[in-house]
């Protein structure tokens, strides 16, 4: 069964740095990408950039350049993603999320998403 | 940037049908993709370029893309549709999400 399984809750004060990993079991992680999306309270999903786990390639929203990471470490199928610089309305649930595509078709679908986990940036 | 408009909410008659639009400039030139988010759970694909199952999906899900809007139709809907719904396309190498439309079923 494909299953993605996140780190659990953080919180953090603002201006520091947040690091959450996606752990791939079921298939072969580096044949997939990897997306973030996240869910701020009271919002609609938003994406928040992808890697592609077998070649490292990495692309962000230009809203997150400079502040984001997000790095894969195919032996134990997992992705980290590093947000830096926390704002309060960074707080939201990130999803990881496997990208899938088909020949000649441009961009993903995603499909599973892991289960969420909670960051809330407080002082 | 790529702007999706989806009504914030809909309801439906149990058992009756819902359709659910996601508006965009010429979007039927794109692939669209909906999701169904429950509370307190992960999003669910549901429908992938325009009108395509995943497996697991009943059939009672279907999709179309047509002009400046596509849409996510569910037939005789059932208590366990009730959730939010998002459609997603790709657009310059970003993924853009609509509003999301809270569907209930009465």
């Known amino acids: 069964q494909v299953r993605l399984v996140q780190s659990g809750a953080e919180m953090k004060r603002p201006g520091a740095s947040v690091t959450i990993s996606c752990k791939g079991f079921?298939?072969?992680?580096?044949?997939?990408?990897l997306h973030w999306v996240r869910q701020a309270p009271g919002q609609s999903l938003e994406w928040v950039g992808w890697?592609?786990?077998?070649?490292?390639?990495?692309t962000f929203p230009k809203k997150f350049q400079g502040r984001i990471a997000i790095t894969s470490d195919s032996f134990a199928s997992t992705v980290n993603m590093e947000l830096r610089s926390l704002r309060s309305d960074d707080t939201a649930i990130y999803y990881c999320?496997?990208?899938?595509?088909?020949?000649?078709?441009?961009?993903?679908?995603?499909?599973?998403w892991g289960q969420g986990t909670l960051v809330t940036v407080s002082s | 940037s790529y702007d999706l408009t989806q009504s914030l909410s809909l309801s439906v008659a149990l058992g009756q049908t819902a359709r659910i639009t996601c508006g965009g400039n010429n979007i039927a030139s794109k692939n669209v993709h909906w999701y169904q988010r429950k509370p307190g759970q992960a999003p669910v694909l549901v429908m992938y370029?325009?009108?395509n199952r995943p497996s697991g999906i009943t059939e009672r899900f279907s999709g179309s893309n047509w002009r400046n809007t596509a849409t996510l139709t569910i037939s005789r809907a059932q208590a366990g549709d009730e959730a939010d719904y998002y459609c997603?396309?790709?657009?310059?190498?970003?993924?853009?999400f609509g509003g999301g439309t809270k569907l209930t079923v009465l």
């Open positions: 997603q396309v790709w657009d310059s190498n970003i993924w853009f």
């Open positions: 890697i592609v786990a077998g070649h490292g390639n990495t």
């Open positions: 370029r325009d009108g």
């Open positions: 999320a496997r990208g899938l595509s088909a020949p000649g078709i441009g961009g993903n679908w995603f499909a599973p």
């Open positions: 079921g298939y072969t992680f580096t044949d997939y990408p």
